[in-house]
């Protein structure tokens, strides 16, 4: 029981921004929140996680410094704001709740059905 529902992907010209949202209902809402990106022919990649508190957070090497992860504890809600965005940042976003200190996609249990980021150059 419980949904993750991402918001927000679009096209976007590169260099330009883009905030992604998810909002959790019933146990989808989970201690460990991710985004996770798929390009075309590649893996499944964590992007960026955060901890319950917030006191803990991840980010891939390709997306630090760009990207910002934050969740509200009071809303059951999740966001990425992507700054800076490049080519390579394009593929289908999907947020994730998992268990503590989850960074591979096996440590999630649930999932939302992706949103698609598209950057053009």
């Known amino acids: 029981q419980g949904q993750l529902v991402e918001s927000g992907g679009g096209l976007v010209q590169a260099g330009g921004s883009l905030r992604l949202s998810c909002a959790a209902s019933g146990r989808a809402f989970r201690y460990t929140m991710g985004w996770f990106r798929q390009a075309p022919g590649k893996e499944r990649e964590l992007v960026a996680a955060i901890n319950w508190t917030g006191g803990s957070i991840y980010y891939a090497d390709s997306v630090k410094g760009r990207f910002t992860i934050s969740r509200d504890n009071a809303k059951n809600t999740v966001s990425l704001q992507m700054n800076s965005l490049k080519d390579e940042d394009t593929g289908v976003y999907f947020c994730?709740?998992?268990?503590?200190?989850?960074?591979?996609?096996?440590?999630?249990?649930?999932w939302g059905q992706g949103t698609q980021v598209t950057v053009s150059s």
């Open positions: 994730a709740g998992g268990r503590p200190a989850a960074v591979d996609p096996t440590g999630y249990d649930y």
